[in-house]
Structures are given as C-alpha cells and as structure tokens.
C-alpha cells in the first residue's frame, strides 16, 4: 500500500536558522512527489513536483530535493511568513491516486 | 484569472441529513478533485472527474458521490451524515488530465451534530 510519512509533526525555529522537512514515501512506482503549503483557513498552495530522483526544484527560500525512498525540503534562512503546515504528497503509476502526508507544522520566531 | 470557489464555505448539518458541496474551477481547467481533511486523517483522496467522468475514486463509502457538469463545475453528495465526516471538504482543479500540479479551493467547513 502507498504511504507518505512526514519528520518532524511540528518543528519551531529562530528566523534565519536554516533546516530540513522529511518526507518518507513507499510506492509502487512514483509518478510524481508533491510538496505543498497549508496556511491556516485556507487550501494547499502548490509548491514543486519532483518525478525522479536525484532531481531539485527551488523556489526563494525553498529548495526541495528527491531520492529513492524520501524527499527533503530545504528552508534556508527562514522568516516569519514561512510559518505554515507543509505538506508533501505522492502519486503511484499503478492507480493514479495521489496520497497525502500528515504535514509538518513548521513555526518561524522572529 | 479567479482562482477555485467553493459553496458555501460553512456548513452545519445534523446526523442523517444529506449535503451537497459546490466546487468551481478555474476556468479552462477540466480536471477536478475533491479531498476530505481532518485533524487525524490528514488529506484523503475522495475522487477525481476528467470531462464529466469519474476518472478515480478513494476509500470512502457509497454515501460519498460526485458528479461534474459540462462546464467543468462539480457537486460532492454525502448522504446520511455521520459525526465522523465533519470535516474540511478540498476541491482542487487542474488544467489538463494530468493532476501534477493542481490547484486548491479554500474548502468548505462541515459540522455535523
């Protein structure tokens, strides 16, 4: 069965301290890893699709990374307004479905 | 160009009513997905509609259906509510059959008593 497992459930940093968001993922067959950001009251922002690994994206602070069995979300220099839940999802060639990790709750201190 | 509305944004039901959720995509996007959010369960996949046909469907009961209308506008049903299925009801649209970039609505917020 495809599963997404997200590291840590809720992480506090100091502005400007960089870090790294872990998403573990077990698929039979990776079409596509999705990271996504959630702000409180509102939809998923779409952040990168990553197809294979060995492949980066970057977006400002943002860089996400891919592997075999996991990916990585790279915030460096964070500030204030990074703080929400990012989320990271996979879909498998066999049904198409894309499943969602539970999120990481990511808080930014100024 | 507007982004996903969904209707109504709040909604407050009572166990063993039915309801029914509006979602509008962007426009020119004919792909549609609907996912259910819940503090435990995170994001679950409920279904997806590609040009009026359901093209996948998650683990939910039958009480859960959808449908999508010619202009690319899709309804979720549930029926005989339980208090389990309060919850934050996503719509995402994309542009094309493929789903590797979507885009989500704000969600409609449902309490069931």
């Known amino acids: 069965e495809d599963q997404v497992t997200q590291s840590p459930e809720a992480l506090r940093l100091q502005e400007g301290e960089s870090s790294s968001l872990n998403c573990s993922y077990t698929?039979?067959?990776?079409?596509?890893l999705f990271w996504y950001r959630q702000d409180p009251g509102k939809g998923p922002e779409f952040l990168f699709t990553?197809?294979?690994a060995g492949e980066e994206k970057e977006k400002e602070r943002l860089k996400a990374t891919l592997t075999k069995k996991e990916s990585f979300l790279h915030i460096t220099a964070p500030k204030p307004e990074d703080s929400a839940t990012y989320l990271c999802?996979?879909?498998?060639?066999?049904?198409?479905?894309?499943?969602f990790g539970k999120g990481t709750r990511l808080h930014i201190l100024p | 160009k507007a982004g996903v509305t969904q209707t109504p944004r709040y909604l407050i039901k009572t166990r063993g009513q039915q309801v029914t959720l509006s979602c509008s995509p962007i426009s020119g996007h004919r792909s549609v997905s609907w996912y259910q959010q819940t503090p435990g369960q995170g994001l679950q996949f409920l279904f997806e509609?590609?040009?009026?046909?359901?093209?996948n469907k998650g683990n939910f009961p039958g009480r859960f259906s959808g449908r999508q209308f010619s202009n690319s506008r899709s309804e979720m049903n549930v029926s005989t509510l339980e208090l389990g299925d309060s919850a934050l009801y996503l719509c995402a649209s994309a542009p094309s059959e493929s789903t590797d970039t979507q885009y989500f609505g704000p969600g409609t917020r449902l309490t069931v008593l």
């Open positions: 999802a996979v879909q498998g060639v066999r049904d198409d479905k894309i499943i």
């Open positions: 509609y590609f040009s009026e046909t359901q093209r």
């Open positions: 698929v039979s067959g990776l079409r596509g």
């Open positions: 990553l197809y294979s």
